[in-house]
């Protein structure tokens, strides 16, 4: 029985022995590229072609009716999305690279799509510009596949998702303000880029990705190095080449430039670099007339030349000289409507905003605003002969630092204020007429009402400006002058 066992067991060491002489595997005979459909046929990957075509699908659908470069950018925006599902389905048949230094060339071909998208922006400004900057902008967020751990120098996949939108939300927000009353094709296009990556990319990747792409077993092939299938019995055993060293300044790295990365020689290479010139070299000689006691401006003699011109300030209140800058008026990071330097614009309208925007209204002259909405608050900061209408504000409508501005409220306002500012009308509705309202350092302030007895008709009411202390009892009352006349 014995004798039995020990032949059997010679027997399967010989095997063994010709197995690794002639360079065999000694795992498993099926190379591991047979796990391929299985990781394709993955929940995760299966929820990923279906987010995939009808996201993308609905955003290549819009572009293919704006065509040009819009359609160009948006056929290398799905091209990226496809490297990075193949990306996925080859990380589950490969060893997790210990940085990510080692896994460039896995990453790479991403990395070119980026860049192929990047190229479409540069150089002399194209067509659709924004169109353009929003995808070629947005594309970073398909890096969370290159999430390695907490320590690779990247957010975790969900917020970098995040982080990487609100780069191309700035040129998004901008074709929707462009387009809104143009053309609805590329409004369309921009809602589908914006819900493509929020919230359709970032829940995808909360769901099924959380902490990055999932990797094969340890011991398999690692991302730096190319899959190798086990060769026949008769072929000689062949020592694979080392694998190529990483390219320099790759998408993905973390490491420093091979230009940074080079050690440092101390002070004594800047000691000696300043010992190899002269100390006065690159000096010009300072001659007679260059010297102060002989230029004729620095004389004792006072100039009667007139001193240069400064900002004044008028007799009016808020009233300040100040160099205006390009008119604007657009959304920004979707919070804020800015509306700046808009001179003899009597049209001027805010028509797609909600509770959670607040309005800024800054240099405007001879304008007129119409907000169509319910906005958090509005401000109107340094205008002229400005006047602005509004429905519903949640906070407060502030006027500061203006001069003649007329304000109409249609809804509801729970405060308004009035500081630094001489002339201001202000029109209340019924729904407005609970509103506190607080002036400091301002003049000629009058509240039009509606009137009680007739409809359409105002009533005016002029609010103080000067006041009277009294101190009675141990404390001072303050009452507003009143003026009576014969």
């Known amino acids: 029985m014995e004798a039995a066992l020990v032949e059997r067991l010679e027997a399967v060491v010989v095997r063994l022995e010709a197995a690794v002489a002639s360079g065999a595997s000694l795992g498993s005979a099926a190379p591991r590229d047979l796990d391929a459909p299985a990781a394709a046929s993955d929940p995760a990957i299966v929820a990923y072609d279906e987010f995939v075509a009808e996201a993308v699908g609905r955003l290549t659908a ?16 799905a091209e990226a999305f496809a490297v990075a599902k193949d990306l996925l389905v080859q990380a589950k048949q490969l060893q997790k690279p210990a940085s990510m230094a080692d896994a460039q060339d896995f990453f790479k071909p991403l ?3 980026i860049a192929k998208a990047t190229a479409m922006t540069e150089g002399r400004r194209p067509d659709y510009f924004n169109h353009l900057k929003s995808v070629a902008d947005s594309l970073p967020a398909l890096a969370w596949v290159a999430f390695l751990g907490k320590d690779c120098g990247m957010s975790f996949p969900t917020a970098h998702v995040e982080e990487s939108w609100q780069m191309a939300e700035f040129y998004n927000n901008k074709v929707l303000v462009e387009y809104r009353n143009k053309d609805p094709d590329h409004v369309e296009w921009a809602k589908a880029l914006k819900d493509l990556y929020m919230p359709g990319l970032r829940d995808y990747v909360k769901k099924h990705y959380p902490l990055g792409p999932v990797w094969g077993p340890t011991g398999g092939a690692t991302a730096s190095q190319p899959k190798t299938v086990a060769p026949t019995p008769k072929a000689p055993a062949v020592k694979a080449p080392p694998p190529p060293p990483p390219p320099s300044a790759p998408l993905f790295s973390t490491e420093m430039s091979p230009k940074s990365s080079q050690p440092k020689q101390g002070m004594s290479a800047v000691f000696q670099e300043i010992s190899s010139k002269p100390v006065t070299a690159g000096l010009r000689k300072v001659t007679d007339d260059m010297k102060t006691k002989n230029r004729a401006e620095r004389s004792s003699v006072v100039s009667t030349a007139p001193a240069p011109a400064t900002p004044e300030k008028t007799s009016r209140a808020g009233s300040f000289s100040f160099k205006s800058g390009p008119p604007k008026l657009e959304l920004q990071m979707g919070r804020k409507w800015v509306v700046e330097n808009q001179v003899g614009k009597k049209t001027l309208a805010i028509d797609d905003c909600d509770s959670r925007q607040s309005v800024y209204v800054y240099g405007c002259k001879d304008s ?3 907000v169509n909405g319910k906005v958090n608050n509005i401000t109107v900061d340094k205008c002229t002969k400005f006047g602005i209408v509004f429905k519903d504000v949640v906070a407060a409508f502030e006027v500061v630092n203006c001069n003649g501005v007329e304000v109409q409220c249609q809804g509801t306002a729970p405060t308004i204020s009035i500081d630094n500012t001489s ?4 029109y209340l ?26 409809d359409g008709d105002w009533v005016e009411h002029a609010l103080p400006q000067q006041y009277i202390h009294s101190f009675k009892d141990g404390h001072f009352t303050t009452s507003p002058v009143s003026h009576s006349g014969a």
């Open 62 to 77: 819009a572009a293919e009716k704006i065509g040009g470069k819009v359609l160009d950018a948006t056929k290398v925006l």
């Open 111 to 113: 990395s070119d799509v």
């Open 429 to 454: 509705s019924k729904d407005s007429l609970g509103a506190s309202i607080t002036s400091a350092k301002s003049s000629e302030i009058n509240v039009m009402v509606p009137s009680g007895a007739t």
């Open 368 to 370: 007129v605003l119409q």
């Open 423 to 426: 002339g201001c009308q202000l």
